[in-house]
């Protein structure tokens, strides 16, 4: 059974999108993972198939009712759907490379992508929705950070990286930052490749490796080294 995302959208047509190119693309036409979109509007209501009402209590926006979000859910995913339900929100838990690796280690997702102000909060508990965001900064519409979540596991499932596999050298993987990379020409501009990478001393090699990552996170993301001593 390939890992299976299910998107709840408005705009459908935003799907496969960049994930139908290059190794996630390849990885879904060998159908290594499969993906299925559903228009939040087919239950919408009335001639006009309405989503969206005005927020009670007054103010700006448009937000989604929470009986047509509910009707969406319940068609897309019945209740013994092992996937969990996740809402792309601004307000979510930041994701994070564990939550994306125990994600795409499991049967797939099902994704509400949100648009206007938001959702009817009604729904979220109503339909068990885990609320997920990509980071601090607001999107229009839900279906970009989709696109970012399911990218993300999609690159972890066996195949899809191919030779690149380990990726548990990247990143995030280790708790810290990556080293630099180089390739060829070995000086360029004046600027030439650190001698360590082309001595040939992999033990050396793999030292000056360590002391970089965790210089830059030091440099960089402090918050890192700190979380990582736990
Ligand atoms: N009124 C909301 C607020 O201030 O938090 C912003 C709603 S935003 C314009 C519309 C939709 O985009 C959200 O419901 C959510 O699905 C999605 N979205 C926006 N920013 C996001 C983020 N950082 N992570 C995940 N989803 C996001």
């Known amino acids: 059974v390939p890992w299976r995302a299910t998107i709840l959208t408005l705009y459908p047509e935003m799907f496969p999108g960049p994930l139908g190119i290059s190794l996630s693309g390849d990885a879904l036409g060998r159908g290594t993972w499969a993906l299925e979109t559903r228009q939040i509007r087919e239950h919408g209501i009335g001639r006009h ?6 927020p009670a209590g007054g103010g700006a926006g448009m937000v989604l009712r929470c009986d047509v979000l509910a009707a969406a859910i319940d068609a897309a995913a ?5 996937r969990p339900r996740i809402l792309m929100s601004p307000r979510g838990k930041p994701l994070t490379q564990a939550r994306v690796r125990a994600l795409s280690a499991g049967p797939g ?21 885990e609320e997920v965001s990509i980071g601090d900064y607001v999107l229009s519409g839900g279906e970009i950070a989709a696109l970012v979540l399911i990218d993300a596991c999609v690159r972890l499932l066996p195949g899809v990286m191919g030779k690149l596999a380990s990726g548990d050298e990247e990143s995030f993987e280790a708790g810290h930052l990556e080293y630099p990379h180089y390739t060829r020409p070995r000086e360029w501009e004046g600027r030439a490749i650190p001698d360590v990478l082309s001595g040939g001393n992999h033990g050396a090699i793999a030292k000056w490796r360590e002391a970089e990552s965790v210089r830059l996170t030091r ?7 700190v979380s990582c001593k736990i």
Request: a negative charge; aromatic letters at 2%; proline letters at 8%.
């Open 49 to 54: 198939r309405s989503v969206d009402d005005t």
């Open 78 to 82: 019945p209740a013994d759907d092992p």
């Open 219 to 225: 440099e960089r993301r402090p918050d890192l080294l």
């Open 109 to 129: 997702a099902v994704i509400v992508c949100g648009r206007f102000e938001g959702v009817d909060e009604r729904v979220i508990a109503g339909r068990g929705l």
